[in-house]
């Protein structure tokens, strides 16, 4: 019987990437639809919560980092190993990131557990900002297990091809959350109004409850990966091998982490509302990319396969299909975001001074919108294929070298409104580099493999 991994490399480029990409992209927009719907309940609070979260969500940012550019990494070897027919090699591979991910989720139980007020502390000085957003970021840290293992159990699974798991514990996952919502923040029913800590605690439960069932289906299920802990030994040169890929991918979401705390300083010398529309977007902003995302958990396997495989015409097929679906999905949210701002930025609050920044917040900066889909593609094709460093340092480039300093200069010249401006100019240079650099990697590789 011809295993699940092959079919990576003999179906139909279109058909296969839809019957693994649109899970993903299901799973992941449901996930996109409970941080806005998540971030619409705090802001019913007040606009101080909203402006609170925004500060703490920096520090979850790096949480995701962790696991995604973990995840990424075992995807990316996984397939590989598949395509390679190193199945063995495979599992140890499931094995080791699992172990990691206990590591990391001890690790930041006990920073949460001590820190957290402190690390609210990095981003502001206002005594009711540092309270609201030690109350949320503290509950989630200390569940952090219930952040990492979703995050990774999917990993495994998408590397030997199965997004449909992965789409149905994103979507428990979130419906349970926002089920939870209301009736922890507000107090609904038998339960207490917890404000932000109940954000926090029905984020921790859903994604616990979704842990729990993709390691029930990756442990007990008919999966090509099999565990054998029994026999189990820490194996440093396959998590090396990981992070080579995997790394880079956690940095690049670092770096978001940093760029987003920065956005916060630069922002909050004019006003606290200023920093809730920087919330707002990001969160807006995820309901837009997370699809794109969604797309690379299908897009990287078929990649890795047929590059480890060494079948050039289905690469740059599969390449072709991806980077055109990605700037499909980027451009209509540029759409969204140009023609109804207001009515994006009134679902989370419907204060005056909010909805005028924010409005001319979200129509500046989706200007870039069309080809950021084709950046999140090339990027993580660059991934698919064991180069991570490109990646790495075009997100560098954008976030950290262009996009703060950018900020902070005008924000000075001209104002708020030069602040937002900031980020489509980051995008559309950085942009110009990543297909020059892609170009020329492509080529050479398929050049490459055809000898």
């Given at each position: 019987?011809?295993?699940?991994?092959?079919?990576?490399?003999?179906?139909?480029?279109?058909?296969?990437?839809?019957?693994?990409?649109?899970?993903?992209?299901?799973?992941?927009s449901?996930?996109a639809?409970?941080?806005?719907?998540?971030?619409?309940?705090?802001?019913?609070l007040?606009?101080e919560a909203l402006?609170?979260?925004s500060?703490?969500?920096?520090?979850?940012?790096?949480?995701?980092?962790?696991?995604?550019?973990?995840?990424i990494?075992?995807?990316?070897?996984?397939?590989?190993?598949?395509?390679?027919m190193?199945?063995?090699?495979?599992?140890?591979?499931?094995?080791?990131?699992?172990?990691?991910?206990?590591?990391?989720?001890?690790?930041?139980?006990?920073?949460?557990?001590?820190f957290?007020?402190?690390?609210?502390?990095?981003?502001?000085?206002n005594?009711?900002?540092?309270?609201?957003?030690?109350?949320?970021?503290?509950?989630?840290?200390?569940?952090?297990?219930?952040?990492?293992?979703?995050?990774?159990a999917?990993?495994?699974?998408?590397?030997?091809?199965?997004?449909?798991?992965?789409?149905?514990?994103?979507?428990?996952?979130?419906?349970?959350?926002?089920?939870?919502?209301p009736?922890?923040?507000?107090?609904?029913?038998?339960?207490?109004?917890?404000?932000?800590?109940?954000?926090?605690?029905?984020?921790?439960?859903?994604?616990?409850?979704?842990?729990?069932?993709?390691?029930?289906?990756?442990?007990?299920?008919?999966?090509?990966?099999?565990?054998?802990?029994?026999?189990?030994?820490?194996?440093?040169?396959?998590?090396?091998?990981?992070?080579?890929?995997?790394?880079?991918?956690?940095?690049?979401?670092?770096?978001?982490?940093?760029?987003?705390?920065g956005?916060?300083?630069?922002?909050a010398?004019?006003?606290?509302?200023?920093?809730?529309?920087?919330?707002?977007?990001?969160?807006?902003?995820s309901?837009?990319?997370?699809?794109?995302?969604?797309?690379?958990?299908?897009?990287?396997?078929?990649?890795?396969?047929?590059?480890?495989?060494?079948?050039?015409?289905?690469?740059?097929?599969?390449?072709?299909?991806?980077?055109?679906?990605?700037?499909?999905?980027?451009?209509?949210?540029?759409?969204?975001?140009?023609?109804?701002?207001?009515?994006?930025?009134?679902?989370?609050?419907?204060?005056?001074?909010?909805?005028?920044?924010?409005?001319?917040?979200?129509?500046?900066?989706?200007?870039?919108?069309?080809?950021?889909?084709?950046?999140?593609?090339?990027?993580?094709?660059?991934?698919a294929?064991?180069?991570?460093?490109?990646?790495?340092?075009?997100?560098f480039l954008?976030?950290?070298?262009?996009?703060?300093?950018?900020?902070?200069?005008?924000?000075?010249?001209?104002?708020?409104?030069?602040?937002?401006?900031?980020?489509?100019?980051?995008?559309?240079?950085?942009?110009?580099i990543?297909?020059v650099?892609?170009?020329?990697?492509?080529?050479?590789?398929?050049?490459?493999?055809r000898?």
């Open positions: 019987m011809e295993s699940k991994s092959k079919r990576l490399g003999t179906d139909s480029i279109l058909s296969l990437m839809i019957k693994l990409s649109i899970p993903s992209i299901i799973g992941m449901i996930q639809l409970y941080n806005v719907v998540d971030s619409i309940y705090i802001g019913r007040s606009k402006s609170a979260l500060l703490a969500f920096p520090i979850q940012m790096i949480l995701i980092a962790i696991a995604v550019g973990t995840g990494g075992a995807t990316s070897l996984i397939s590989r190993l598949l395509g390679e190193k199945e063995k090699k495979a599992d140890n591979v499931a094995e080791n990131v699992i172990f990691v991910t206990i590591f990391y989720s001890i690790i930041v139980f006990f920073i949460g557990l001590f957290s007020d402190e690390l609210i502390k990095i981003f502001t000085s005594i009711e900002l540092i309270n609201l957003g030690k109350d949320y970021i503290q509950i989630i840290m200390i569940g952090s297990i219930a952040m990492f293992l979703p995050i990774i999917n990993s495994i699974l998408r590397g030997e091809g199965n997004t449909f798991i992965p789409m149905i514990s994103l979507i428990v996952g979130a419906v349970i959350n926002i089920f939870l919502d009736f922890l923040i507000f107090g609904l029913w038998i339960f207490p109004a917890m404000g932000v800590k109940g954000a926090a605690l029905a984020t921790v439960i859903s994604r616990f409850i979704s842990g729990i069932l993709v390691l029930i289906v990756l442990f007990y299920g008919k999966n090509q990966i099999k565990f054998d802990f029994k026999n189990f030994n820490i194996d440093f040169d396959i998590i090396k091998e990981v992070y080579r890929v995997g790394l880079p991918a956690m940095i690049m979401q670092l770096l978001g982490s940093f760029m987003i705390a956005a916060n300083k630069i922002v010398s004019f006003n606290q509302t200023a920093i809730a529309v920087v919330g707002i977007y990001f969160r807006l902003q309901f837009v990319f997370m699809p794109v995302f969604g797309l690379n958990q299908g897009y990287i396997p078929i990649i890795g396969y047929n590059f480890g495989h060494k079948n050039p015409e289905r690469l740059k097929k599969a390449i072709f299909i991806g980077l055109i679906t990605g700037f499909i999905f980027t451009t209509i949210g540029f759409f969204l975001l140009q023609f109804f701002p207001e009515e994006l930025i009134r679902m989370f609050n419907d204060d005056p001074e909010l909805i005028k920044i924010g409005v001319n917040a979200l129509k500046i900066i989706s200007i870039a919108f069309p080809i950021i889909g084709l950046s999140i593609v090339g990027s993580a094709t660059f991934q294929v064991g180069k991570g460093l490109p990646s790495l340092i075009i997100s954008r976030q950290i070298v262009l996009l703060l300093p950018l900020m902070y200069i005008l924000s000075k010249e001209i104002g708020l409104k030069g602040t937002w401006y900031a980020f489509p100019i980051s995008e559309f240079i950085s942009f110009f990543m297909v650099w892609f170009y020329k990697t492509m080529k050479k590789i398929i050049s490459e493999m000898k």
